[in-house]
């Protein structure tokens, strides 16, 4: 007889994770199925290692710009072993805080694999345990949130050997730093391994198809990053075609194609950044007639998919692939479940890019907002005259608001800097809130602090600017 269930998890990322502990606040008895970690790729593979090596990477370049606060150390170096092992420690660290979190919340943990298949009512599912034997699991509803992996190019070569061409994965774990560095693709995973490996001295060149990197950003801020990570040493190639990449006797080389010319770059290493796929394989989808598009699960504005009873949520859902999107879909997805009557989910979802300097952003772009047709005000404010960032030394950067100038509503709001990364939240609230000029004119913001530049950016895009 099978385990029945009022909802049944599949996957323990943050999606996952936090969508069954609110199913447990909610009193569902709910269970969740995790083939690999408790807290999936963001807290094992992805959003928090590489967020220990960037920190460890930002500290280690700053010692050397010690002269310019008044200061000097002699002897600057790194082991480059105890920076991986404290990235997987504390990795390590809040994946067992998961746990705990489960326990908390009396949700039943699953270690193995999922399958589904037709039930009477949601799919039932059977789970391959790691240990041993299956369980036959049944339940009102089922949410998928099995993430994504990185995206391979198989015709191009872009597919890791573990050796001389990454993904994120071996990027997080080589034995030493790379002197020489390939990066294809300059989303936001690529631009933070070519900042953290540039921070400790390797010489990254990166490859990026489309006109400018940070392709999904403003262009103004993209534009901005890339003279800044120039200004680092990293090198580029934007509108250049991967036509191979390969392993070489000592290395890798790389074949692309620049405005119709073929050039042949090498480097030790490669990392291969290029987008990602969701995990939609070997979970019984097909039979039960679930629709996939382009490798993600279609959904409605509430997670559901075309079979009764199985919703997906975060990465396996498609764009954008980013944790606070999962958890937030996650929520949403189980509390529509509950029937709470929630409206389709509509709140904006920040973007964020760790490297140095930081970007941000959330919101239209203000080329996305006059392709819709909008009469758009463009307020900017440079890091530069800050008072805060002048005395941090972080003066790199800007914040840039984009209103509807017919309603003065906040649309948009894109930002390159020191710690901008913690200041968009300020935007992404007053976006949710449907806030207008009159309510950002208004609220007092703290001197001194950089997030006064957001005050100011929005007094400019109405002609209002006091510091410039």
Sequence with gaps: MADTFDLIVIGAGPG???????????????????????????????CIPTKALLKSGE???????????GLSVEGRSYDFTKVIERSRKVAKQLSSGVAFLMKKHKIEVLDGTATLEKGQGAPKVTVALKAGGTRNLTAKSVILATGARARVIPAAGLVPDGERIWTYREALVPNTAPATLLVVGSGAIGIEFASFYRALGSEVTVVEALPRILPVEDEEVSITARKAFEKRGIKFHVGAKVVKLAKAASGVTMDIDLDGKVQTLTADVAIVAVGIDGNVEDLGLEALGVKIDRGHVVTDGHGATNVPGLFAIGDVAGPPWLAHKASHEGVHCVEHIAGLGSS?????????????????????????????????????????????????????GFVKTVFDGDTGALIGAHMIGG??????????????????????????????????????ASLDAFGMVLHL
């Design 419 to 456: 710690e901008v990364t913690e200041m968009i939240q300020g935007f992404a609230l007053a976006i949710t809130m449907e806030a207008t000029e009159a309510e950002l004119i208004a609220t007092v913001y703290p001197h001194p602090t950089m997030s006064e530049a957001m005050h100011e």
């Design 344 to 396: 389709n989910l509509t709140s904006p979802i920040p973007g964020c890019t760790y490297a140095t300097p930081q970007v941000a952003s959330v919101g239209l772009t203000e080329a996305q907002a006059k392709e819709k047709g909008v009469k758009v005000k463009v307020g900017r404010f440079p890091f530069r005259v800050n008072g805060k960032a002048i005395a941090a030394g972080e003066t790199e």
């Design 59 to 69: 500290i280690y370049e700053q010692l050397g710009h010690l002269g310019d606060y």
């Design 16 to 46: 996952g994770y936090v969508t069954a502990i609110r199913a447990s606040q909610l009193g569902l008895k709910t269970a969740i199925v995790e083939r690999e970690a408790l807290g999936g790729v963001c807290l094992n593979w992805g």
